[in-house]
């Protein structure tokens, strides 16, 4: 059984793999059993992956997990990433940082991902970031060939501005546009982005949605400190905790936006699951704004 992503369907959080493996945690094997059961039991059935996580480790090591538990695998939705390619040396051949969004290295890239992952497919395959070179006629070839294969069931992008979007899936359909989005890195709110989301009833996910970590330290700058008040006041109110009501503030605009958990905690990511319950009121949302702008609306 395959699951389709809709918005219906997919979960409240995606599950973000990043910093599970040597660019973060370090989990066992066994850790990383327990971390994805404990998603599971939370009904958080979306992982998100990319092929240069932990420098080409990260997959390799969750689809250890696959391995042995291959029960696992139809109770959860994988995502991984391809396109840029890092210097490593797990990929000697690279000779310097680039993207790259041909067909051939597509393709590969899938090819490698399914043998790391344990699966015979992906859910969701994104383009990681945009390749100044890409052909999206060529690559819209290559997305039909992997979909008739079941080697990929659908189809997105991370990182790409709405004109990038607008031109790869006016020729194959898109499914999601990745994104940072954060009080701290608000482009999205006005470059487009979710606006076009919201037209194409396309569902956005939110990589860094904490801001990078930033708002959770002592700052000089005048701004954080003013969002960090702001935060208190609200954490007060609703009795919880700072990163709920960032959590809350994301998911407040009507595109829906799904934010990505980047931790490898489950005690986390049930604070973020209480979170779903708190309804930030439409002036408490530009409390923020305001605060993160350091200024009045115009």
């Known amino acids: 059984m395959t699951m389709k992503l809709t918005k219906d369907s997919i979960?409240?959080?995606?599950?973000?793999?990043m910093r599970l493996g040597t660019w973060g945690s370090n989990l066992s094997t066994s850790e990383y059993e327990n971390f994805i059961e404990g998603c599971l039991d939370l009904n958080l059935i979306d992982f998100d992956h990319a092929d240069i996580y932990g420098h080409y480790t990260t997959e390799d090591d969750f689809g250890n997990v696959l391995k042995s538990r291959k029960d696992l695998r139809q109770k959860m939705r994988i995502t991984t990433k391809c396109g840029i390619k890092l210097i490593s040396e797990n990929r000697p051949?690279?000779?310097i940082k680039s993207y790259d969004l041909t067909a051939k290295h597509i393709e590969a890239s899938v090819e490698k991902s399914l043998a790391s992952l344990q699966t015979d497919y992906l859910d969701v395959l994104l383009l990681h970031r945009p390749d100044y070179l890409f052909d999206p006629y060529e690559i819209a070839d290559v997305f039909s060939k992997l979909k008739k294969e079941g080697k990929v069931l659908e189809f997105g992008v991370s990182?790409?501005?709405p004109s990038q979007f607008d031109v790869l899936n006016s020729l194959t359909p898109l499914v999601t546009n990745q994104v940072e989005i954060s009080l701290l890195h608000r482009n999205a709110f006005e470059d487009g982005t979710l606006d076009q989301c919201q037209k194409l009833k396309i569902i956005p996910s939110a990589w860094s949605p904490l801001g990078g970590g930033l708002l959770f330290k002592e700052s000089s700058d005048t701004k954080i400190?003013?969002?960090?008040?702001?935060l208190a006041t609200l954490a007060k109110k609703y009795d919880a905790a700072t990163d709920q009501i960032l959590y809350a503030w994301l998911r407040k605009h009507p595109a829906g936006i799904i934010?990505?958990?980047g931790t490898s905690k489950i005690e986390r990511i049930k604070a973020a699951q209480e979170a779903l319950t708190i309804e930030l009121t439409h002036e408490e949302w530009y409390m923020l704004w305001e605060a993160a702008l350091g200024r009045e609306i115009d």
């Open 225 to 230: 400190k003013a969002i960090q008040s702001t």
């Open 11 to 17: 979960s409240p959080y995606v599950i973000g793999t």
């Open 259 to 261: 934010p990505v958990l």
């Open 159 to 161: 990182n790409f501005s």
């Open 93 to 95: 051949e690279h000779q």
